[in-house]
């Protein structure tokens, strides 16, 4: 199923993102078959990969949009989301941003906080409109996945404290420009285990069970994203089980008459379609290793410095025997390290090296320090 046109890619000035469209399509095509199954819809969460091309292809799907800033819906309506399909979330949104996602209409605000309640409640009134808001909810589970990207435990900024929610509700009576239109979770990233997602249903029934004791109908329930991909064997698992998950929330979560459920998933849709690729620059004795010093650095893909992620590297270019390398950037920081002591094709200069699973959080992660160029991006359908 791999594809790669070694070929076309010696042409290429690296280091450069590489995404597998053909592999992107098949992905979507599995996350929106399993989703409808159930009627479920489906929000791309757009921080994952902001590319304008992978945009314009997953709104060609017919999926909605996740959006945190306003230059993120700016860029999903760019690519063709239609303003009806997106939803902004996010603890701190500017009041221009806030502007944008009214001036056009959207979907509905995720709201985090009850300061943000009364600022978009200001803000639709001096329009006269009235803003879909559904409250973000910090359901206190913890998804067991690294810290930095667990968002929801009552020790995360995110989302509305449980026992915050009753002020919440008696505020929006006092807020006549908000229409509450539901409830949003979002417990972390990269969730690999079920039992998380179990939690989240369980909470999630019980925190509808009690507004609709009060009367209140929650007419949309967002599960926000978190499916994790398998980062040691991309090969193997290239499309995550979107079959598996979406039964989970079928089977654990039993929807109201005419109650609407989303999902925005990020990872999982992106994550195993893009490979950053980079050319070997020197391979350098050290006393005890051997270091593979590549053109590309944490400025093209942080995720190895900054989670301590996991990447699965290969070389491109030899099918020598294995040797042990530690994979190194040329950022003038130790942290500027792909990978410890993994097995590669025997390297030398000039090899190029692929590191996989890169779709997701790496070329919209990717900075200029140390004066650098942001990578390009080129397109398996666009090589052939
Ligand atoms: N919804 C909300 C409200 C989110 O905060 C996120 C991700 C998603 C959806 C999408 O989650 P996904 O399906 O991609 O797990 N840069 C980190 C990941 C940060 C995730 C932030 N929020 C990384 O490289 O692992």
Not at 88 to 117: Q, R, T, Y
Not at 201 to 230: P, V, Y
């Amino acid at each position: 199923m791999k594809y790669f046109p070694i070929d076309k890619f010696r042409s290429i000035e690296t280091p450069f993102y590489f995404y597998d469209i053909a592999l992107l399509r098949k992905t979507l095509d599995a996350a929106v078959t399993e989703a409808a199954k159930y009627n479920y819809h489906i929000h791309y969460a757009v921080k994952a990969n902001a590319n304008p091309r992978i945009l314009s292809i997953i709104s060609g799907q017919g999926v909605g949009a996740d959006c945190v800033s306003g230059g993120e819906i700016q860029a999903a309506l760019n690519a063709g989301f239609p303003c009806g399909k997106i939803v902004f979330a996010g603890v701190g949104k500017a009041d221009w941003e806030i502007n944008v996602g009214l001036d056009h209409d959207i979907f509905c605000f995720n709201v985090e906080s009850i300061p943000e309640l009364e600022v978009i409640n200001y803000w639709a009134g001096s329009k006269g409109k009235t803003a879909g808001i559904a409250l973000r909810i910090n359901p206190d589970v913890d998804a067991h996945t690294h810290s930095h990207i667990t968002t929801g435990t009552k020790e995360d900024k995110f989302g509305i404290h449980l026992d915050q929610l009753d002020e919440v509700l008696k505020l929006l009576k006092s807020l006549p420009f908000l229409k509450l239109l539901g409830l949003h979770f979002h417990i972390g990233s990269q969730i690999t285990d079920k039992e998380p997602f179990l939690l989240l249903c369980k909470r999630a029934n019980e925190i509808q069970t009690r507004l609709s004791e009060q009367q209140i109908k929650i007419e949309h329930i967002n599960f926000g994203g978190g499916l994790g991909i398998d980062y040691e064997h991309p090969d193997d698992h290239p499309i995550p089980d979107f079959k598996e998950y979406f039964e989970l929330f079928h089977t654990h979560f039993p929807v109201f008459p005419h109650q609407e459920v989303h999902f925005e998933p990020g990872r999982s849709i992106v994550g195993q379609c893009g490979s950053l690729i980079s050319k070997t620059l020197y391979v350098k004795e050290g006393s005890e290793k051997t270091f593979v010093i590549l053109d590309a650095g944490f400025t093209e893909l942080i995720r190895p410095a900054l989670y301590d992620a996991y990447h699965f590297i290969e070389n491109l270019s030899s099918e020598q025997p294995l040797e042990t390398y530690e994979v190194v950037g040329p950022i003038c920081e130790s942290s500027d390290c792909f990978a410890k002591q993994i097995e590669l094709n025997r390297t030398s200069r000039g090899d190029l090296l692929a590191i996989r699973s890169s779709g997701a959080y790496g070329e919209i992660m990717a900075s200029q320090y140390n004066c650098r160029q942001l990578p390009k991006a080129y397109f398996s359908d666009l090589l052939e």
